[in-house]
């Protein structure tokens, strides 16, 4: 058995942590799907789906995301929910693409004190790294 030999361990059902010794860096396979709601700089909303929320937030800040926020910049991450598949992030996105904004608005407004905390704390990093570029 090699000292920096790197160990595979099951973190879950749905993600693989591989890892080695304690200089090594982790390293997290995501492979779970989301379903999230950005308030755009104009105050609309845009519901999408990704398989990697900051890196889809971080491109749509760019304006290399959709084409529909590439013109509303800057865009905040209002609400997400997480599935296991990208079948399931599909058809929620389009379901709540078929709600009103008034009931886009009671969704997010009704989300766990935890979910506005973690879409705060995404905002916060995604910003931070914004200014660092």
Same mark, same amino acid.
């Given at each position: 058995m %090699? @000292? $920096?030999a790197e160990r595979i361990k099951i973190a879950d059902k749905k993600?693989?942590?591989v890892s080695g010794d304690v200089k090594a860096? =982790? %390293? +997290?396979? @995501? =492979?779970y799907a989301y379903t999230y709601? +950005? @308030?755009c700089g104009d105050g609309s909303l845009y519901t999408g789906w990704t $398989?990697?929320? @900051?890196?889809r937030l971080e491109s749509h800040n760019q304006g290399k995301g959709a084409k529909y926020t590439r013109s509303r910049?800057? +865009?905040r991450l209002v609400h997400y929910e997480v599935f296991a598949t990208k079948q399931e992030a599909m058809k929620r996105e389009y379901a709540i693409k078929q709600l009103s904004r008034k009931d886009k608005l009671i969704l997010i407004e009704n989300q766990s004190v935890e979910v506005r905390t973690l879409c705060d704390d995404v905002a916060t990093k995604i910003n931070k790294h914004m200014v660092d570029l």
């Open positions: %090699r @000292e $920096n993600s693989i942590m860096k =982790t %390293r +997290v396979k @995501e =492979t709601i +950005v @308030e $398989n990697h929320l @900051e890196e910049l800057p +865009v």
